[in-house]
């Protein structure tokens, strides 16, 4: 089993920054992707953003050109910088990692999800 703990949300004013963290419990043999995801109020989850084991990534229109995703693949951690930021990016952001080994030799690929921040976007 493995948790993936996010850290760094909060409360910011709107143009301002924070950074999210994700790190899992444990270390891991390979994860395919790992990616944010956002909920609102009221709102079905959206992902946010993804990154692969190579380094590709892809964003959600609404956050393209400020928002930067990044990992280290040696730790299975994902960040999220977040600058800019609006009232409307005001949500609960989740961690997930996708396509999972835990071990070497595993045959089975497994998804994670973390627990949730919220981040609250409000002056």
């Known amino acids: 089993q493995v948790l993936l703990v996010e850290s760094g949300g909060g409360l910011v004013q709107p143009g301002g920054s924070l950074r999210l963290s994700c790190a899992a419990s444990?270390?891991?043999?390979?994860?395919?992707?790992m990616g944010w995801y956002r909920q609102a109020p009221g709102k079905q989850r959206e992902l946010v953003a993804v990154?692969?084991?190579?380094?590709?990534?892809n964003y959600t229109d609404a956050v393209k050109g400020r928002f930067t995703i990044s990992r280290d693949n040696a730790w299975g951690t994902v960040y999220l910088q977040m600058n800019s930021l609006k009232p409307e990016d005001a949500a609960v952001y989740y961690c997930?990692?996708?396509?999972?080994?835990?071990?070497?030799?595993?045959?089975?690929?497994?998804?994670?999800w973390g627990q949730g921040t919220q981040v609250t976007v409000s002056s």
């Open positions: 997930n990692a996708d396509g999972v080994r835990l071990n070497y030799g595993d045959r089975s690929y497994h998804n994670y």
């Open positions: 444990r270390r891991i043999f390979s994860i395919n992707a």
């Open positions: 990154i692969t084991t190579g380094g590709s990534t």
